[in-house]
């Protein structure tokens, strides 16, 4: 899981901000309450994620595209390079911020590296090794997505996975694909994958929901609370509240 001296340095530099948060669901309900915290940068689904959803593929990707201005990957169903193209053209056609997600397969990259050529960005998809993440770089691929919750699934060790990866593309800085984290089971996965600089994790709505989540929050909070109720204080004081009287002179910090 160590990364070589100087490589995280090398890479993160090449990074937008913070890692970037996906939501990996097709619960629109799920997708539309997390995206109103602010955090969400895009989505991921994939053929399991819409079967759970019971729901029309082409419909729910078009309101979840519409819901969160990000990147949405739409994986296609085809394994056939001319089949995929087909499916991932129609589905890129969907909403401007689809991004096609193809299996790492020889034909799977041959349509990565035909819809990249086009202007489609492409996630390959299913990654469990370095050697397949050169491929999928030279590829082209927008987004490689290691699996990291599957390999620790099979007693691998998917933080590794990700660690060799910063290490390789760190070395080649044309490289442009960005990490995506997938399989992500806890929070610690992201916390990990944060210190190495991947560019971004897709988190299961739970995921998300749990990193807000510490024990002393709670219980800080609810000490706050009941010392402030017996100051029996209010901060907008009743009845001038909402008149200018009520807003006090800002300060600059
Ligand atoms: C990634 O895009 C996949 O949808 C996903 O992360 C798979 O995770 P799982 O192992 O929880 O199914």
Redesign the pocket.
């Known amino acids: 899981m160590a990364i070589a001296a100087g490589a995280r340095e090398v890479f993160t530099k090449g990074c937008r901000d913070i890692m970037r948060f996906f939501i990996?669901s097709a619960d629109v309900s799920e997708i539309r309450d997390l995206a109103a915290t602010g955090l969400v940068d895009g989505v991921?689904t994939?053929p399991?994620?819409i079967a759970k959803s019971g729901r029309d593929f082409v419909e729910v990707l078009g309101e979840i595209c519409a819901l969160v201005p990000g990147p949405i990957?739409a994986e296609v169903a085809a394994t056939d390079t001319t089949s995929m193209l087909a499916e991932g053209r129609y589905l890129a056609g969907i909403a401007e911020n689809v991004v096609i997600k193809v299996p790492l397969t020889p034909d799977g990259l041959k349509a990565c590296r035909a819809l990249t050529d086009d202007g489609t960005p492409v996630n390959v998809?299913l990654c469990f090794s370095a050697a397949q993440a050169i491929l999928a770089a030279k590829a082209g691929a927008r987004y490689i997505?290691p699996?990291i919750?599957?390999l620790d699934d099979v007693g691998a060790d998917g933080l590794g996975l990700i660690a060799d990866l910063v290490e390789i593309y760190s070395a080649y800085p044309t490289f442009t694909t960005e990490i995506l984290v997938?399989?992500?089971r806890n929070p610690e996965h992201v916390v990990e994958a944060a210190k190495m600089g991947a560019h971004v994790a897709?988190l299961?709505p739970a995921v998300l929901r749990a990193m807000f989540k510490h024990p002393l929050t709670d219980k800080g909070l609810e000490a706050f609370l009941a010392d402030w109720a017996k100051t029996g204080q209010t901060i907008l004081k009743q009845p001038s509240q909402g008149t200018d009287d009520a807003k006090p002179t800002r300060r600059r910090a």
Request: glycine share 6%.
């Open positions: 990996d991921t994939n399991s994620l990957s998809t997505s699996f919750g599957r997938a399989s992500v897709t299961p």
